[in-house]
């Protein structure tokens, strides 16, 4: 290289960077502007109230059609697609703390996370869209027939605008007797709860959503420390996490309250398996009878199918029925179809707690041994799990006074709005009993919160 050429491009070179301070090449900072929202803004509640009217003029297909309103929602997103436990749906709640009102947005994308990431805060153009109530979930969208669809991708930045707030999601605390349609898609936390015992036994741990029998949703019962109440926590077979194991301490689950496939039972819903934080080794478990339940005996000791009978009847026979609370309900005799049997619900009682009691007459199993219980339950407009099972061998007369053994009965969930099919409860062995015993059944719960109906039919005990 020819040196004089280079001395010229070496001044060059020094004289644009004397002449060009290092600031001149650095790039001016992004800035996003709020958008400006040039409509009216209304809520979430609001929109949900509309509906709840054109549910009760026009029945369970009803929509609102949004149509030159110039009207928006603004709410923030509390649901995240990132580990794949929701797909193609945004969730947003009315507040980032103390929310009140949630809703389903469909959206035909994903991810969702990348941009609408959880605690944005979103507007919702809502001319062009429709509300609904999907699976039992009030769902806004596109009006496809008798259904909600999801918005298509082209459309999406036009009707659903991203604001430049992030915020700091406070779970609503909450307790499953809280649980509530007014509260469906909204992000709750709830204390004091465990996986059922025969989910996490530690020879036979279930995974969230991994089972050979889990199709669409694995769905796992929790239940709480404080009132036996129980729930499902569901997960998706498409999430990343569906085969971790379930864990077996207790603790808090936070996520989104939402309800089944079908609508009509509470599920819980994680964004990701960091919602749960179960770090109380000490489980809750009740203390309940633990006899081996022996194969069925020769020898009939108690037996009542409540055929042809009146609850009369059963209280001149030996049975109580007893609301310990004061109130006027108690179990009665109910039949469908040529069967009856016991029944009970506390729907319309308008008692806000009670406890009522069903105890069979004395059964007496001192000549006998390995002696077995057997019932069947069914349950339905479920919205609770009340009914429990007692046995006594030392009854005072008094259900408050007696000193009751939980049993191991299998209580069933029935669907929220309909009944479930009638399943064996046992069988559960009464072999650790003596002398003469009690069998009670107790029901507790309140109007309108936990009034879920129950049948018990068929109760039977063996011996040999």
């Not at 697609?81 to 035909?108: C, M, W």
């Not at 002398?435 to 063996?462: E, L, S, V």
Request: aromatic content about 10%; overall charge negative.
């Amino acid at each position: 290289m020819n040196t004089k050429n280079f001395f010229w491009i070496l001044i060059v070179s020094c004289t644009i960077m004397a002449c060009s301070p290092e600031d001149e090449f650095k790039i001016s900072p992004v800035t996003i502007d709020e958008p400006q929202i040039e409509g009216t803004l209304i809520t979430i509640d609001a929109i949900l109230g509309i509906l709840g009217q054109k549910l009760v003029e026009d029945g369970e297909n009803a929509k609102v059609v949004f149509e030159d309103t110039n009207n928006f929602i603004q709410g923030y997103v509390v649901s995240s697609d990132k580990a794949s436990n929701f797909y193609k749906e945004l969730v947003l709640q009315d507040k980032h703390t103390n929310p009140s009102a949630g809703i389903r947005v469909l959206i035909d994308d994903n991810p969702l996370f990348t941009t609408y990431e959880f605690g944005r805060k979103v507007y919702i153009k809502l001319d062009g869209l429709s509300l609904g109530i999907e699976n039992g979930i009030p769902t806004l969208g596109i009006s496809e027939g008798n259904t909600i669809g999801a918005i298509p991708s082209f459309f999406i930045e036009e009707v659903v605008i991203r604001s430049t707030e992030t915020a700091a999601i406070t779970p609503l605390e909450i307790t499953i007797e809280d649980f509530t349609d007014k509260l469906v898609n909204v992000y709750i936390k709830v204390n004091n709860i465990q996986f059922t015992k025969n989910l996490v036994l530690e020879d036979n741990t279930f995974t969230f959503a991994a089972e050979n029998y889990d199709k669409f949703d694995g769905e796992r019962i929790v239940e709480s420390c404080a009132t036996g109440r129980n729930t499902i926590i569901s997960t998706s077979t498409f999430s990343d996490f569906k085969g971790l194991k379930l864990p077996s301490q207790q603790g808090s689950f936070e996520g989104i309250l939402t309800k089944n496939f079908l609508g009509n039972t509470y599920n819980l819903v994680l964004n990701d398996p960091r919602g749960l934080v179960f770090d109380n080794e000490t489980r809750c478990d009740p203390t309940v009878l633990e006899c081996p339940a022996i194969s069925e005996g020769v020898m009939i000791l108690f037996e009542e199918d409540f055929t042809d009978l009146k609850i009369g009847d059963l209280e001149d026979s030996g049975w109580m029925n007893s609301n310990i609370t004061g109130g006027k309900l108690k179990y009665k005799i109910g039949n469908f179809g040529e069967n009856q049997y016991a029944q009970i619900t506390g729907y319309r009682s308008k008692e806000s707690f009670y406890e009522v009691w069903f105890i069979t007459p004395d059964i007496d199993i001192s000549t006998s041994l390995d002696e077995v219980l057997y019932f069947d339950l069914q349950a339905g407009y479920d919205n609770g799990n009340i009914l429990e099972v007692f046995a006594a061998d030392n009854f005072t007369g008094d259900p408050t006074t007696t000193s009751w053994t939980k049993l191991d009965a299998m209580i069933p969930r029935g669907p929220l709005n309909a009944f479930g099919n009638s399943t064996p409860a046992g069988p559960i062995g009464l072999s650790c009993l003596e002398g003469t015993i009690r069998i009670g059944f107790r029901y507790i719960g309140g109007d309108p919160r936990a009034t879920t109906r129950y049948h018990i039919d068929d109760i039977k005990i063996t011996g040999k």
